[in-house]
């Protein structure tokens, strides 16, 4: 591994700054954190990526695009290891109804190979593979966020 270990979650909150429904990278605002803790806990309702079916294939494309590319990024060479979304707070109005051009994403890591495994502490994780085979099976725009092992 090149540049040490991988936290176990990492935290996106993303705003589509322009509110341009084709979600751009030039007016699409990402920051994102490294956690050793889930940095929403309560969040988890039964199926905590419920609220994806409500953005569009846009926004859910882009989302692809900015966990591949945490996949691919060097801090996970050689470790076997990937993210996966587990978590998702959508952006609020005032009045409550969802904003669909903020949310903040929560990625866990899973999948890692004995190497990492005994310096993480993290072990292949039955609940990613859990929620991959659910929101893999599911028709229409969770689709989108399949992934393979």
Request: charge should be negative.
């Amino acid at each position: 591994m090149t540049t040490g270990t991988p936290s176990r979650y990492k935290y996106l909150v993303i705003k589509n700054e322009d509110f341009d429904p084709a979600w751009p990278e030039e007016s699409v605002h990402i920051s994102i954190f490294d956690c050793a803790e889930n940095p929403a806990p309560g969040n988890f309702d039964g199926r905590p990526l419920f609220h994806l079916i409500e953005y569009g294939p846009a926004a859910l494309q882009y989302l692809k695009r900015q966990i591949r590319n945490i996949n691919l990024s060097e801090e996970l060479t050689d470790t076997g290891c990937k993210y996966f979304p587990v978590s998702l707070d959508p952006g609020r109005l005032f009045d409550g109804r969802v904003d669909l051009n903020r949310l903040c994403l929560v990625l866990k890591l899973a999948n890692c190979n004995a190497a990492v495994r005994d310096v993480v502490g993290v072990a292949i994780d039955d609940e990613i593979g859990a929620l991959i085979a659910e929101f893999s099976a599911t028709s229409g725009s969770f689709t989108t966020l399949h992934y393979h092992y």
